[in-house]
Structure formats: structure tokens, C-alpha cells
């Protein structure tokens, strides 16, 4: 599948990581539906990319929107080829806090309903479109880019919820892509290491330092570029499936 000329749907494209994709993919001559909850800025990225891009408003948690998301944005351009899935939220709380306070149980189901339950429900509504597809190489009718993060194998002190939503996004990449093999879909996940984002935004810089200092080689935060260079890899690479891709310059978390 090449980006060149294909459709993506792309998840929190209206910000960071999926705007970076979304920007990439139309600079080489693909279509964008970009799908977040926020709308100004949803509005703002559209605009930036041009005519090559459409912005649908979704909270990928509401299950009403998903459907309504997908189908507007396959009737929009005709099909659904690539989606990005890299809609996300990372609220940190301890379990226990230092005056005793326990996590606050709806915070952790806020997190896993937005990175694990509503990106599942975006790829079976999308996996339901791309099975219309035309075949192309290798009988290939759609790709699949789910964000994780490194925080799946090592996350820090008040992560619970945030590693658990990401650690199933990267356990449920096998059997997707396993599940999706009969309609030519691959699935693959990228797990990005301390990446330069809007979220890391009113960081000090004095942390943001010590964050760049956990990647071994390029010792630099991550951006948008990176990612992206990624993602259109895993999408252009035909062999490439039910993977996991740590993009993290040999970075591994401590504890906080
Ligand atoms: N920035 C990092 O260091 C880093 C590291 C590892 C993983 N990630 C993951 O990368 C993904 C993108 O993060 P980012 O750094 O680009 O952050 P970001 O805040 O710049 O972008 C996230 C986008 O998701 C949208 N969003 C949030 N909740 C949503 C919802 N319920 N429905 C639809 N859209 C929603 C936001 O409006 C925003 O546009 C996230 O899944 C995040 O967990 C980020």
C-alpha cells in the first residue's frame, strides 16, 4: 500500500503525532480524514493541509460518533485504504496517593476507554469498510497504525492506567492483524518513546532535558517527522504485520 493516492482516516490528526502523519501523507499525495474531538483544532489542521485533507469531529470513546466518523468519512472519499489510529489521552495518578488517597477509579476507566476500547471500536468500524476495497498487491485491501507507547512495557510511577490502555493496544495487534489476514488488512503498532508533542507543551525545559537524556542515541526528544517516516513505512512495507515497533532511540523508562 503506497500513501501516494490512498485515503487515511488519522485519529488525533488534529494534533502532534497523527497531525505529523496527516501532513506527511498529504505532502506525498495521499487523502486525509482527520477525526478528533477537538474541533478548533481540527478546523485549524484541515485548513493548514489544504484541500487534500477533511476534518469529522468524533470522541473515538462515544461509540455513536465512531460509526458516524467512519461512515462519513468513507462516503466523503469514496473508501477507507490506511488509518492511523493515534487519538489518545495520558492522565497520571498514583495508585495510592502520598495522603492516601486511592486512584480514582473513573480516571482509569476515562483512559482505557479512550486508548484501548475506542481505538478497537475505530478499527472494526474500519476494518468493516475496507472490506470492500478493491485488492490490490499481495490482495491487500487496507493498513493499519496503531499509536502505543513504550509505557506498555515500562511504565512509570502513576502510569497504571495509561500502560494498562497501551499495553492492550499492543496485545491485541497480533490477533487483529491475525483476525484481518481474511480481508487482506495488516496491523501494526507503534510504541514511541518521549516525543515532542503539544502534550509535553508548558513542559519546563529543564525536563524536557532530562526526558531527551532517556534516549540512548540520538540522545533528542522524538517529533512528528519521526513518526510519521514510521508509520508510512509500516503502511508502504507489504511484509510487515502484527507488529510492534519501539521508536524510542534505545530508551528504556525508569521509574520516574
Ligand atoms: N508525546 C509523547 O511523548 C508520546 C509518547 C508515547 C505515545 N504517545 C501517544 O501518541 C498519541 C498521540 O499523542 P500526541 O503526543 O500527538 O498528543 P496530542 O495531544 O498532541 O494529540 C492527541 C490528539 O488526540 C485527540 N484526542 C484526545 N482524546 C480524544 C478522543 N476521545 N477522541 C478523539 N480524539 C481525541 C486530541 O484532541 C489531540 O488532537 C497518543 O495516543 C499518545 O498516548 C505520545
Given at each position: 500500500m503506497q500513501v501516494k493516492e490512498s485515503v487515511a482516516l488519522i485519529t488525533g490528526g488534529a494534533s502532534g503525532l497523527g497531525f505529523g502523519a496527516a501532513s506527511r501523507f498529504v505532502a506525498r499525495g495521499g487523502s486525509v480524514v482527520v477525526a478528533d474531538i477537538n474541533e478548533a483544532?481540527?478546523?485549524?489542521a484541515v485548513a493548514e493541509l489544504g484541500e487534500q485533507a477533511r476534518f469529522v469531529a468524533c470522541?473515538?470513546?462515544?461509540?455513536?460518533?465512531?460509526?458516524?466518523?467512519?461512515q462519513g468519512a468513507s462516503e466523503a472519499m469514496g473508501r477507507i485504504d490506511i488509518l492511523v489510529n493515534a487519538a489518545g489521552v495520558a492522565p497520571a495518578q498514583r495508585v495510592i496517593s502520598?495522603?492516601?488517597?486511592?486512584?480514582?477509579?473513573?480516571?482509569f476507566k476515562f483512559t482505557v476507554g479512550v486508548n484501548l476500547i475506542g481505538m478497537?471500536?475505530?478499527?472494526?468500524?474500519?476494518?468493516?469498510?475496507?472490506?470492500a476495497n478493491d485488492p490490490g498487491q499481495d490482495?491487500?485491501?487496507?493498513?493499519?497504525?496503531n499509536v502505543a507507547s513504550i509505557a506498555a512495557f515500562e511504565g512509570q510511577i502513576g502510569q497504571a492506567a495509561y500502560s494498562a490502555s497501551k499495553g492492550g493496544v499492543v496485545g491485541m495487534t497480533l490477533p487483529i492483524a491475525r483476525d484481518l489476514a481474511g480481508i487482506g488488512v495488516r496491523c501494526n503498532t507503534i510504541a514511541p518513546g518521549v516525543m515532542d508533542t503539544p502534550l509535553l507543551a508548558g513542559a519546563p525545559q529543564e525536563l524536557l532535558d532530562s526526558l531527551a537524556k532517556l534516549h540512548v542515541f540520538p540522545q533528542r526528544l522524538g517529533?512528528?517527522?519521526?513518526f510519521a517516516h514510521l508509520a508510512q513505512a509500516l503502511i508502504e512495507n507489504p511484509l510487515i504485520n502484527g507488529e510492534v515497533v519501539r521508536l524510542d532511540a534505545a530508551a528504556r523508562m525508569p521509574p520516574k
Open positions: 483544532r481540527g478546523a485549524e470522541d473515538v470513546s462515544n461509540a455513536d460518533d465512531v460509526a458516524a466518523a467512519v502520598r495522603d492516601g488517597d486511592l486512584f480514582d477509579l473513573e480516571l478497537f471500536d475505530v478499527i472494526r468500524n474500519v476494518a468493516g469498510v475496507m472490506a490482495g491487500e485491501r487496507g493498513v493499519i497504525v517529533n512528528a517527522e519521526d
